[in-house]
């Protein structure tokens, strides 16, 4: 288990290096910032210093030695379009992005499943086709579109909920939330439903096919055959069975839920790192683009790795085909 | 209810010969009486009927062997007693009765508490009968705990002794690994310890040893076979192993095309068999110290249930066949110790059938 992790992490390192020459690669193709920075008119001991302050004087290796390690410390140099430190563009943003793809994976697993597993048991059920049919809109309809409509519906013309922005929120020191609040939860309900409705319908019918292939297995029927109660093996022994492919997918679906966010954000405006980027590339802002594309790529390496090891905590095949500890 | 249910006038006195018989010499109930059962498949090009109308009968602490060709029903039957027909397959007539109680149209919640508590079960495959992300221990302590008021000390204790009764070394170790860390045969006994885990009084063993190598074949049968006899269980044995019902049962039904064509006492079926397809079946097994150049065969196949021929459904391979088992289909016939359903052991026919031994009967 502990070299399966440390073999992990450092294919994790390997990854965030490749990711990291890409980023860094960004800054030599896309022209000038010093222009865009400062404008025609400026002087060119201006545009001197600002070089020098942003060590664009340096050699090739060493700005990416410097920008390596800067990014190792949590630093990723000054935005041009503010002129702060990413880092803190970051920290504001960031937040507003986790809690709203938290929450909508959290939506998408707790509706998802249930639902899933509904259609899968009662496949005849009046209720079952009525969730499939809604399912085919969920998995249909483009995000924005998802978004705009619900803004249609529950901000014009019911007039429940706000349409736009993150309100309510209480700043923890270095967390900013919105999930204290009921006015917070008021914002983030919608662009969180909209984010999770692709995913949740994914889900079902993932939970659905799954349920329905476990359903034809011996060990249900032999289950049966023992007497056990219809919840221990709809939920103790199908269920478990289909949680493999689940966390797959969940773990690919988080991932995108992130990069996602963009759009919902976008419509929501809520003020996240999906819109920062956007922001970013309107304004060619190249530190704040890096650095999105590496704290994704950090994103993505993490869930994976979590996606491993919930692997190993569920199927205990997989522990004994790599550990060799089995007794055949 | 399908309107092909025969009237029961026609079959009165076969089915009261039948019913006699299910009663043992001391007057009560058989263990397990199941009567005229009917398992239907309703097709979209009709009806399919894989068991026809069977009767047969399992006493206390007896091996009943039932033997046949694939497809035959043996298995079926052996589903639906226990109420496990997989949809769209449902039991369309007659009854089954354990212990005299009638449990083919039981509630759900009360078939499920009869399931394992008193009809255990053990399948063909113990590669796949056993849930891979479980231990062996909480499957044991999950079913005994299904079943009984034990604590969850208490069931591991008595999971860790029916893993050493059904011969698994070191069970006190073992009974923490998972079902993909035994073998095939260790598996097997898993099994066998999940069927027996709270006493049922009959347990149903649907081709045990079909999946297992050849060399531990006779070891599962032979545990099944002592372990069912030390609880006291009664064991409908599913097979397609003559031998290992020679070696085991104590009756014996031969089923063909979902019926059962013959059913007495197992050396009375092996050494006399009476229907022509029995006779058949016994010609077909190779016997140490028999100096056969070729075994007997059956010509033809048994038929598709979509193509059983009206009448006695073996007649267009019968060697015997005459012209009223093309019609009326032969009900079970007593005959000796056992019963056959074959015309040629009518009293009617007897002038003109196989010499006087079915005229001795009645």
């Known amino acids: ?328 | 209810m399908s309107p092909s249910d025969t009237p029961i006038q026609d079959r009165a006195p076969a089915a009261q010969a039948a019913g006699q018989a299910e009663r043992s010499a001391a007057g009560k109930p058989a263990l397990l009486e199941v009567e005229k059962m009917r398992v239907e498949f309703p097709t979209r090009r009709g009806t399919l009927v894989a068991v026809d109308d069977v009767s047969f009968h399992i006493n206390e602490g007896e091996v009943l062997g039932v033997v046949g060709e694939s497809g035959a029903g043996k298995s079926m039957t052996g589903s639906a007693i226990i109420g496990l027909l997989e949809p769209p397959g449902r039991i369309a007539g007659g009854e089954v009765r354990l212990g005299g109680r009638r449990i083919d149209n039981l509630p759900y919640e009360q078939i499920r508490r009869i399931r394992g508590r008193e009809i255990g079960m053990v399948f063909q495959d113990p590669l796949t009968s056993l849930n891979p992300l479980y231990t062996v221990g909480h499957q044991l302590i999950e079913t005994i705990q299904t079943h009984t008021d034990l604590s969850e000390s208490q069931a591991r204790k008595r999971a860790i002794e029916l893993l050493a009764e059904v011969g698994i070394p070191a069970p006190d170790r073992r009974i923490d690994q998972y079902p993909h860390q035994f073998s095939g045969g260790m598996r097997q006994r898993v099994v066998i310890a999940l069927a027996l885990c709270v006493n049922p009084r009959l347990v149903i063993a649907d081709e045990p040893t079909t999946a297992l190598d050849v060399s531990i074949q006779a070891q599962i049968i032979k545990l099944l076979h002592k372990l069912c006899r030390e609880h006291g269980a009664a064991v409908m044995l599913i097979t397609h192993d003559m031998g290992v019902i020679a070696e085991t049962a104590d009756r014996v039904a031969v089923m063909y095309s979902g019926r059962i064509v013959e059913v007495g006492p197992v050396r009375e079926v092996i050494r006399n068999a009476k229907h022509p397809y029995t006779h058949g079946l016994m010609g077909s097994i190779p016997m140490v110290g028999h100096d056969l150049d070729r075994l007997t065969q059956i010509e033809g196949s048994m038929p598709r249930l979509t193509e059983i021929p009206p009448g006695c459904p073996f007649n267009p391979r019968c060697p015997k066949v005459f012209e009223r088992c093309r019609h009326e289909r032969p009900e079970l016939i007593p005959v000796e110790e056992t019963q056959v359903a074959c015309w040629l052991y009518d009293e009617n026919e007897g002038a003109t059938a196989n010499g006087g031994r079915s005229g001795s009967h009645g």
């Open chain 1, 1 to 328: 288990m502990f070299a399966f992790i440390v073999q992990r992490l450092f294919q994790a390192i390997l990854v965030m290096l490749v990711v990291g020459i890409i980023s860094f690669a960004l800054f030599r193709f896309t022209g000038d910032p010093v222009n865009n920075m400062l404008g025609p008119e400026a002087t060119i001991e201006q545009r001197e210093a600002l070089r020098e302050r942003l060590g664009l004087n340096d050699s090739v290796p060493v700005q990416f030695i410097n920008f390596i390690g800067n990014a190792a410390k949590g630093e990723f140099g000054l935005s041009y379009r503010v002129g702060k430190p990413v880092e803190e563009l970051i920290a504001t943003t960031l937040p507003a992005t986790i809690e709203l793809v938290f929450v909508s994976a959290l939506m998408a697993l707790l509706i998802g499943v249930p639902m899933g597993v509904y259609t899968g048991l009662k496949r005849h059920a009046a209720l079952s086709r009525v969730f499939l049919t809604v399912s085919l809109i969920g998995i249909s309809l483009p995000t924005f579109v998802i978004g705009i409509l619900m803004i249609l519906i529950f901000g014009v013309w019911l007039g429940w909920l706000p349409t736009f922005g993150r309100q309510g929120v209480v700043d923890l020191g270095v967390w900013q939330t919105g999930l204290l609040t009921l006015q917070g939860w008021s914002h983030l309900i919608m662009p969180a439903f909209t984010l999770a409705l692709f995913q949740l319908t994914l889900i079902m019918r993932l939970v659905r096919a799954e349920m329905l292939e476990v359903q034809r297995t011996d060990y249900i029927k032999f289950a049966k055959a023992r007497g056990l109660r219809n919840r221990a093996i709809n939920y103790g022994h199908a269920l478990k069975n289909t949680l493999v492919p689940v966390i797959t997918i969940m773990g690919l679906q988080v991932g995108s839920l992130l990069a996602f966010s963009i759009i919902t954000e976008t419509v929501f405006a809520w003020p996240g790192m999906g819109r920062l980027f956007l922001q970013a590339i309107q304004f060619v802002d190249i530190p704040v683009m890096s650095s999105y594309l590496m704290l994704m790529a950090f994103f993505f390496v993490m869930i994976n790795l979590t996606v491993d090891l919930l692997y190993y905590a569920v199927d205990p095949r997989l522990r004994a085909e790599t550990l060799g500890g089995a007794a055949h």
